[in-house]
C-alpha cells in the first residue's frame, strides 16, 4: 500500500488516478487547482469513479509515498509549489517521497531539478491516448503503457501498477525511448501549424517537411546519446499515415482552443540541444518561431 499523490486530474492524471485505485491498496490525493466535485475516467473497460481525496491548497496537504505530476510540462513551476508538504521527510534519516513526471519530451529531469534533488526525480514516458471531456470526466481510448528507467526508483514506480489495467515497465535505455517518442510528437507540430488533423501527413509536401522535421530530431538525440534507427523518421511518417485522418494531436488541439502548448519541450528543445551540439536544425527553429509568433 502506497500514498500517492497525483498533481493536475486532466487526462493523464485522471487516467493514472483510476489505475491505481484499480490496484485497490493505495489510498490516493489529487492535487488540483480548481475545485473538482468528482473524477470519472471511461476506461476502455468501463467507467471508473475516482476514489481519492481532492487537496485545492498546497499548504493543506501531508507527507506521502509517491508525487506522481501529470500537469502539462509548461506548468512545472505550479506542480513544484506542491513539493514542500508532500515531500516533507517522515522519519528521521528517510528523504522526501519520489517524484514520477509523466510528462512529454525528454527534459522531465531538467524541468524539476530546481525543486528535487535528481535522485529523486523519476522520469516516465506515458503512451496512451486520452483527453478531458469535462473538468470532471476523462476519456481514456487506449491502454497505458509507462516506461521508466530500471533503477531503484523506476522498479518501484512500475510496482505501484502490479494488477492493474496498465503496462508499467522499465527499460535500460530510457534516452532511447524517450527521444522515439519526442521523433513522433515533434512531427506534430505540423498539424498545429496547419490546424489540420493527421490526414494531412498524406500530403506528399506536408510529409517531405515532417520527415526533415524527425531527421533533425533524430540527429539531436543521437548526439544525446540515444539509439535510433536510421528510417526513424520513414517509420514515424508511415505512422502518422497510418493513424485515422482525423486523428487530432494535444498541440494541435492546445493551439485550435487557444490555450498554451507544449512548444519548447516538443520542438524548442530540439532546437536549444541541436545548438549544443552544433547540429542545425532549421525546420524545427522555423516551425517553433511561427508557432510562437502565430501564438501571441
Ligand atoms: N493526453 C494524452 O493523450 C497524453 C498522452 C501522452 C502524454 N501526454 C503528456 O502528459 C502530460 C499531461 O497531459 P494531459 O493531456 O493530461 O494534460 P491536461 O489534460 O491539460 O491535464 C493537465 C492538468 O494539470 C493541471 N494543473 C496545471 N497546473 C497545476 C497545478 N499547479 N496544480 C494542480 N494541477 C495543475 C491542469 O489543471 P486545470 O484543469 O486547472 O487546467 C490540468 O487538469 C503532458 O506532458 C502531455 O504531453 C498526454
Redesign the pocket.
Known amino acids: 500500500m502506497a500514498r500517492i499523490a497525483i ?9 493514472i488516478a483510476a489505475l491505481l485505485q484499480q490496484a485497490g491498496r493505495h489510498e490516493l490525493i489529487l ?4 475545485p473538482l466535485a468528482g473524477l470519472t475516467v471511461e476506461t476502455p473497460d468501463g467507467e471508473v469513479h475516482v476514489e481519492a481525496a481532492i487537496a485545492t491548497d ?1 499548504a493543506s496537504v501531508s507527507a506521502v509515498d509517491w508525487v506522481i505530476v ?4 509548461y ?1 512545472a ?6 513539493f514542500d508538504r508532500l515531500r516533507a521527510a517522515g522519519n528521521p534519516g528517510t528523504t522526501g517521497a519520489p517524484v514520477a513526471v ?4 525528454v527534459e522531465h529531469r531538467e524541468r524539476f531539478a530546481p525543486y528535487v534533488p535528481l535522485d529523486s526525480i523519476l522520469p516516465v ?8 471531456q469535462m ?1 470532471e470526466l ?1 476519456r481514456q ?1 487506449g491502454p497505458m503503457h509507462l516506461t521508466a528507467p530500471d533503477n531503484d526508483l523506476g522498479r518501484s514506480f512500475a510496482a505501484l501498477f502490479a494488477g492493474t489495467p496498465a503496462d508499467a515497465t522499465v527499460v535500460p535505455d530510457f534516452t532511447s525511448v524517450a527521444w522515439r517518442k519526442l521523433c513522433h ?1 515533434a512531427a506534430g507540430v505540423l498539424s498545429s501549424l496547419l490546424l489540420q488533423p493527421a490526414g494531412v501527413m498524406r500530403n506528399e509536401a506536408v510529409g517531405e517537411t515532417a520527415l526533415q522535421i524527425v531527421r533533425e530530431c533524430a540527429a539531436v538525440g543521437r548526439a544525446e546519446g540515444a539509439h535510433l534507427d536510421s528510417d526513424v523518421a520513414e517509420a514515424v511518417l508511415r505512422t502518422y499515415r497510418a493513424a485515422p485522418v482525423d486523428g487530432v494531436n ?1 498541440l494541435h488541439a ?1 493551439r485550435a482552443a487557444g ?1 498554451p502548448m ?1 512548444i519548447d ?2 520542438n524548442g528543445v530540439i532546437v536549444r540541444l541541436g545548438k549544443k551540439h552544433g547540429i542545425p536544425t532549421p525546420c524545427n527553429q522555423m516551425a517553433v518561431a511561427l508557432l510562437e509568433a502565430m501564438a501571441g
Open positions: 498533481i493536475g486530474a486532466g487526462a493523464i492524471g485522471g487516467v492535487c488540483v487547482r480548481r498546497p501529470a500537469t502539462k510540462a506548468d513551476a505550479g506542480a513544484a509549489k506542491w509523466l510528462q512529454n519530451g514516458v506515458v503512451n496512451c491516448p486520452a483527453e478531458r473538468p476523462v481510448r510528437n494535444s492546445d490555450r507544449e519541450a516538443r
